[in-house]
């Protein structure tokens, strides 16, 4: 049976709503929208993706209920908090869907979803039909904080912050160190820099909250890249521009 491409609506204010867009331009979703509100009262399909500030997250999904329709399916990104958490903010938790959604979601080639304890059959089924209209598959996984794959990303990128602040080697040396020993196609803090730092940050902080073990606890340094606003490549600042200020200004104090 040939799937109907459906009315999307993108709620969000990052790179992943931007990433989530341009691949359905790609794939002619013609009536995809992002931040538009006229067009979210006729969205089939509401794909929202705040991964950061609660409040922020409470205030799309407000937008949702009282401007789109009360029938649209929502895709949720949950990377801080669980499907089910994020459902019981609306006013019917049945329609939300959970997935993960980094910077770069656009270009992965597999998203995680996760329902949430309210959600029912028909939008679990509409949100996988669409996405695998959008050239994705499918995995589908727990409702936990973080899912799978930025679970355990994240985990990886910490414990390269944590060498880089300890002083251990240099950002280019703990990359090439990861790429050369494991194989990955990108080093940690590289990889970190393309997710987004404050995504990172986000399924860390979530981990921590919800479950209080020590091994999810985000690297100081990490926290303060976040209030600093350097993110990774959607802010053109990051781990290594952090590291090459921090040779600066130990240069300029020795010349003092």
Known sequence: MIMPQLNISIIGRNQAAESIFTLLKHNYFESAS???DSQLAH????IETENLERHEKINNLKRIDGLGSQGA???SSTLQWTATEVASWLTHPERLVGFGAFA????SQLIEIAPGLQTEPQHLQLAKDQLKLMGKEIEMVEDEAGLVYPRILS???NEAIFALA???ASAEDIDNAMKKGTNYPDGPLEWAEKVGIDNVYAVLNGLYRQLGEERYRPASLLRKLVYAGWTGRASGKGL???EQQRL???SNYQNV
């Open 34 to 36: 992002l931040n538009n």
């Open 43 to 46: 969205a089939e399909l509401i």
């Open 73 to 75: 399916t929502i895709l």
């Open 104 to 107: 770069d979601v656009g270009q």
């Open 155 to 157: 985990l990886i990128i």
């Open 166 to 168: 300890e002083g251990t």
């Open 240 to 242: 290594y521009y952090y």
């Open 248 to 250: 600066n200004h130990s």
